[in-house]
Protein backbone atom coordinates (compact mmCIF):
# COMPACT_ATOMS: atom_id res chain seq x y z
CA UNK A 1 0.00 0.00 0.00
CA UNK A 2 1.48 3.32 -1.12
CA UNK A 3 1.42 6.04 1.21
CA UNK A 4 2.94 9.69 1.85
CA UNK A 5 2.92 11.89 4.85
CA UNK A 6 3.95 15.04 5.75
CA UNK A 7 5.16 16.28 8.69
CA UNK A 8 7.09 19.85 10.07
CA UNK A 9 5.84 22.78 11.69
CA UNK A 10 2.56 24.14 11.87
CA UNK A 11 3.58 27.55 12.91
CA UNK A 12 6.41 29.09 11.13
CA UNK A 13 7.56 33.14 11.91
CA UNK A 14 8.19 35.50 9.32
CA UNK A 15 11.88 35.15 8.06
CA UNK A 16 12.23 31.92 9.23
CA UNK A 17 13.17 29.13 7.50
CA UNK A 18 10.81 26.40 6.77
CA UNK A 19 11.91 22.31 7.20
CA UNK A 20 9.14 19.76 5.87
CA UNK A 21 9.20 16.56 5.90
CA UNK A 22 7.36 13.53 3.20
CA UNK A 23 7.91 9.87 4.86
CA UNK A 24 7.17 7.43 1.93
CA UNK A 25 5.83 3.36 2.26
CA UNK A 26 4.76 0.93 -0.20
CA UNK A 27 7.46 2.10 -2.60
CA UNK A 28 11.29 3.07 -2.82
CA UNK A 29 12.64 6.59 -3.79
CA UNK A 30 15.42 4.79 -5.75
CA UNK A 31 12.44 3.58 -8.39
CA UNK A 32 13.28 4.78 -11.65
CA UNK A 33 9.81 5.05 -12.54
CA UNK A 34 8.94 7.18 -9.46
CA UNK A 35 9.45 10.88 -8.44
CA UNK A 36 8.15 12.81 -5.84
CA UNK A 37 6.50 16.72 -5.34
CA UNK A 38 6.08 18.82 -2.88
CA UNK A 39 2.77 21.12 -3.67
CA UNK A 40 0.77 23.63 -1.93
CA UNK A 41 -2.54 25.50 -1.74
CA UNK A 42 -3.16 28.68 0.11
CA UNK A 43 -6.80 28.79 1.88
CA UNK A 44 -9.26 28.87 -0.66
CA UNK A 45 -7.47 28.98 -3.67
CA UNK A 46 -5.08 27.03 -6.18
CA UNK A 47 -2.43 24.30 -6.35
CA UNK A 48 0.53 25.69 -6.47
CA UNK A 49 3.45 23.08 -7.81
CA UNK A 50 6.55 23.51 -6.13
CA UNK A 51 9.36 21.35 -6.59
CA UNK A 52 10.15 17.90 -7.69
CA UNK A 53 12.61 15.41 -7.15
CA UNK A 54 13.61 12.46 -9.59
CA UNK A 55 14.85 8.98 -8.58
CA UNK A 56 18.20 9.89 -10.22
CA UNK A 57 18.06 13.01 -7.78
CA UNK A 58 17.55 15.56 -10.43
CA UNK A 59 15.55 18.05 -9.17
CA UNK A 60 13.29 20.79 -10.45
CA UNK A 61 11.89 23.70 -8.72
CA UNK A 62 9.26 26.07 -9.46
CA UNK A 63 10.19 29.26 -11.49
CA UNK A 64 9.17 32.08 -9.41
CA UNK A 65 10.38 30.10 -6.41
CA UNK A 66 13.07 28.75 -6.96
CA UNK A 67 16.07 30.88 -5.10
CA UNK A 68 14.01 29.83 -2.07
CA UNK A 69 13.48 26.10 -2.21
CA UNK A 70 15.85 23.05 -1.67
CA UNK A 71 14.31 19.68 -2.42
CA UNK A 72 16.61 16.72 -1.24
CA UNK A 73 15.79 12.94 -0.56
CA UNK A 74 17.23 10.05 1.98
CA UNK A 75 16.35 6.81 -0.13
CA UNK A 76 16.87 4.65 3.07
CA UNK A 77 14.70 6.74 4.92
CA UNK A 78 12.31 6.64 2.71
CA UNK A 79 12.09 10.52 3.02
CA UNK A 80 11.61 13.53 0.92
CA UNK A 81 12.74 16.81 1.98
CA UNK A 82 11.69 20.56 1.21
CA UNK A 83 13.20 23.67 2.82
CA UNK A 84 11.63 27.24 2.12
CA UNK A 85 14.01 29.73 3.39
CA UNK A 86 12.46 33.60 4.25
CA UNK A 87 8.69 32.85 5.35
CA UNK A 88 6.49 35.34 4.49
CA UNK A 89 2.31 34.99 5.73
CA UNK A 90 1.99 34.93 2.00
CA UNK A 91 3.45 31.64 2.16
CA UNK A 92 0.78 30.15 4.81
CA UNK A 93 -0.95 27.21 2.93
CA UNK A 94 -0.79 23.36 3.36
CA UNK A 95 1.77 21.95 1.56
CA UNK A 96 1.40 18.49 0.27
CA UNK A 97 3.48 15.84 -1.07
CA UNK A 98 2.71 13.70 -4.24
CA UNK A 99 4.02 10.63 -5.75
CA UNK A 100 4.34 10.88 -10.10
CA UNK A 101 4.66 7.32 -11.51
CA UNK A 102 5.72 7.19 -15.51
CA UNK A 103 4.67 4.10 -15.82
CA UNK A 104 1.59 4.07 -14.31
CA UNK A 105 0.41 7.31 -15.62
CA UNK A 106 3.21 8.96 -17.63
CA UNK A 107 4.16 11.80 -14.67
CA UNK A 108 0.87 12.76 -13.13
CA UNK A 109 -0.09 12.47 -9.31
CA UNK A 110 -1.51 9.27 -8.11
CA UNK A 111 -0.76 9.48 -4.62
CA UNK A 112 -1.02 12.15 -2.22
CA UNK A 113 -0.50 12.26 1.59
CA UNK A 114 -2.68 14.12 3.42
CA UNK A 115 -1.28 17.77 3.47
CA UNK A 116 0.38 19.46 6.44
CA UNK A 117 -1.35 23.42 7.11
CA UNK A 118 1.56 25.89 7.96
CA UNK A 119 0.81 29.19 9.31
CA UNK A 120 3.05 32.08 8.73
CA UNK A 121 2.63 34.51 11.70
CA UNK A 122 4.76 36.29 14.55
CA UNK B 1 6.17 28.52 -17.85
CA UNK B 2 3.14 26.97 -19.37
CA UNK B 3 -0.09 28.63 -18.21
CA UNK B 4 -3.11 26.51 -17.58
CA UNK B 5 -6.70 28.76 -17.86
CA UNK B 6 -9.91 26.60 -16.47
CA UNK B 7 -13.44 27.57 -17.57
CA UNK B 8 -16.02 28.39 -16.06
CA UNK B 9 -14.47 29.33 -12.27
CA UNK B 10 -17.66 28.16 -10.89
CA UNK B 11 -20.38 25.84 -12.42
CA UNK B 12 -23.64 25.65 -10.84
CA UNK B 13 -25.50 22.02 -11.86
CA UNK B 14 -28.15 19.71 -10.91
CA UNK B 15 -27.94 16.09 -10.14
CA UNK B 16 -27.97 14.08 -13.73
CA UNK B 17 -26.89 17.07 -15.64
CA UNK B 18 -24.08 16.51 -18.18
CA UNK B 19 -20.84 18.84 -17.22
CA UNK B 20 -18.11 20.42 -19.04
CA UNK B 21 -14.85 21.67 -17.93
CA UNK B 22 -12.45 22.86 -20.48
CA UNK B 23 -8.37 23.65 -19.81
CA UNK B 24 -6.48 25.75 -22.01
CA UNK B 25 -3.21 25.71 -22.26
CA UNK B 26 -0.86 28.34 -23.28
CA UNK B 27 1.37 26.00 -25.40
CA UNK B 28 0.73 22.37 -26.97
CA UNK B 29 1.73 20.07 -23.99
CA UNK B 30 0.43 17.06 -26.18
CA UNK B 31 -1.85 14.56 -23.98
CA UNK B 32 0.45 15.19 -21.13
CA UNK B 33 -2.78 16.41 -19.07
CA UNK B 34 -4.24 15.08 -15.27
CA UNK B 35 -7.73 15.63 -13.74
CA UNK B 36 -7.71 15.77 -10.47
CA UNK B 37 -10.97 16.19 -7.62
CA UNK B 38 -10.71 17.96 -4.62
CA UNK B 39 -13.11 17.98 -1.70
CA UNK B 40 -12.81 20.44 1.20
CA UNK B 41 -10.32 19.28 3.78
CA UNK B 42 -9.12 16.51 1.38
CA UNK B 43 -5.97 16.03 -0.89
CA UNK B 44 -6.42 16.38 -4.42
CA UNK B 45 -7.52 12.97 -6.30
CA UNK B 46 -6.32 11.53 -9.79
CA UNK B 47 -9.23 11.35 -12.18
CA UNK B 48 -7.79 11.73 -15.75
CA UNK B 49 -4.46 11.29 -16.71
CA UNK B 50 -2.55 11.56 -20.36
CA UNK B 51 -5.80 14.16 -21.56
CA UNK B 52 -8.14 10.70 -21.58
CA UNK B 53 -7.23 7.79 -19.65
CA UNK B 54 -9.50 6.73 -16.60
CA UNK B 55 -7.68 6.37 -13.48
CA UNK B 56 -8.50 2.99 -11.57
CA UNK B 57 -11.37 3.04 -9.63
CA UNK B 58 -12.52 6.60 -10.81
CA UNK B 59 -16.42 5.96 -12.68
CA UNK B 60 -17.21 5.77 -16.19
CA UNK B 61 -18.64 8.93 -15.79
CA UNK B 62 -15.92 10.77 -15.65
CA UNK B 63 -14.04 11.28 -19.13
CA UNK B 64 -11.61 13.45 -21.05
CA UNK B 65 -10.62 14.61 -24.04
CA UNK B 66 -8.00 16.94 -26.05
CA UNK B 67 -4.56 17.56 -27.10
CA UNK B 68 -2.23 19.97 -27.56
CA UNK B 69 -3.88 23.29 -26.10
CA UNK B 70 -7.33 22.45 -25.46
CA UNK B 71 -9.02 19.99 -23.25
CA UNK B 72 -12.07 18.94 -21.62
CA UNK B 73 -13.41 16.94 -18.18
CA UNK B 74 -16.71 15.54 -19.00
CA UNK B 75 -19.39 14.48 -16.26
CA UNK B 76 -21.77 12.42 -17.90
CA UNK B 77 -24.81 12.21 -15.30
CA UNK B 78 -23.76 14.46 -12.51
CA UNK B 79 -24.04 12.51 -8.84
CA UNK B 80 -23.99 13.68 -5.46
CA UNK B 81 -20.74 12.75 -4.65
CA UNK B 82 -19.69 14.43 -7.96
CA UNK B 83 -19.85 18.29 -6.36
CA UNK B 84 -16.28 19.62 -5.63
CA UNK B 85 -13.36 21.72 -7.39
CA UNK B 86 -11.66 19.87 -10.25
CA UNK B 87 -8.04 21.08 -11.14
CA UNK B 88 -6.52 20.05 -14.57
CA UNK B 89 -2.43 19.68 -14.49
CA UNK B 90 -0.05 20.11 -17.16
CA UNK B 91 2.97 17.55 -17.37
CA UNK B 92 4.88 18.12 -20.44
CA UNK B 93 7.52 20.09 -19.06
CA UNK B 94 8.69 21.22 -15.08
CA UNK B 95 7.49 23.91 -14.39
CA UNK B 96 4.57 21.76 -13.83
CA UNK B 97 1.63 24.17 -14.02
CA UNK B 98 -1.91 23.72 -12.51
CA UNK B 99 -5.26 25.51 -13.52
CA UNK B 100 -7.16 28.04 -11.15
CA UNK B 101 -10.03 25.31 -10.33
CA UNK B 102 -13.36 24.69 -11.30
CA UNK B 103 -16.23 24.40 -8.30
CA UNK B 104 -19.03 22.82 -9.19
CA UNK B 105 -22.17 23.48 -6.75
CA UNK B 106 -25.21 22.16 -6.74
CA UNK B 107 -27.97 24.36 -8.46
Known amino acids: QVTLKESGPVLVKPTETLTLTCTVS??????????VSWIRQPPGKALEWLAH???????SYSTSLKSRLTISKDTSKSQVVLTMTNMDPVDTATYYC??????????????WGQGTLVTVSS | DIQMTQSPSTLSASVGDRVTITCRAS??????LAWYQQKPGKAPKLLIY???SLESGVPSRFSGSGSGTEFTLTISSLQPDDFATYYC?????????FGGGTKVEIK
Open chain 1, 98 to 111: ARTSTEETGGAYDY
Open chain 1, 26 to 35: GFSLSNARMG
Open chain 1, 53 to 59: IFSNDEK
Open chain 2, 27 to 32: QSISSW
Open chain 2, 50 to 52: KAS
Open chain 2, 89 to 97: QQYNSYSLT
